[in-house]
């Protein structure tokens, strides 16, 4: 029986401590606004930017960087406050997560924008999944949609350089 449970023990720690991919590298991709929920300016859902990046990685811990100097690197600045998210590397998977700092307003409303990065990379240095905008308001009725949306982005694109 002990050796049974040392041996479960075992095997539960490897599999959840899966090796991290390497995800460090220069990628082109595209961005696709999904549905509108938050009713934001500008937001159609099926219109698609191009996008560059580049993520840099030290063993489980990533960066992926948007240059500022292009449209969608600009864009990030002037909506969230940065155009750099930090995050983790966990097998495939890359997830990053900012706490906006860019205070909007619309009306009595005013919110800060957290976004959320979900990637997943195969076997081929291509990355899909997804980026989510979550605003966060002070609370007032004039805010609406805001109160409670989320609004999402697919994210597809391949490595193209080290």
Do not use: E, H
């Amino acid at each position: 029986m002990r050796k049974t449970l040392s041996f479960l023990a075992v095997l539960s720690a490897a599999c959840g401590n899966a090796t991290p991919s390497n995800f460090a590298g220069s990628y082109a991709g595209t961005v696709v606004d999904g549905d509108n929920a938050c009713q934001l300016q500008g937001w159609t859902a099926g219109s698609s930017s191009s996008f560059q990046a580049t993520i840099t990685q030290d063993g489980p811990d990533a960066q992926l960087q948007v240059p500022s100097n292009t449209l969608v690197g600009l864009a990030l600045v002037l909506y969230l406050g940065t155009n750099t998210f930090s995050g983790k590397v966990t097998g495939n998977d890359f997830t990053a997560a900012y706490l906006g700092t860019k205070q909007q307003t619309q009306g009595a409303c005013s919110y800060t924008v957290n976004t959320k990065l979900d990637v997943t990379i195969d076997d081929k240095n291509n990355i899909a999944g997804t980026l989510s905008y979550t605003p966060v308001t002070n609370g007032d009725p004039s805010c609406g949609a805001l109160n409670t949306c989320s609004n999402v982005q697919n994210v597809t694109g391949s490595r193209t350089g080290p």
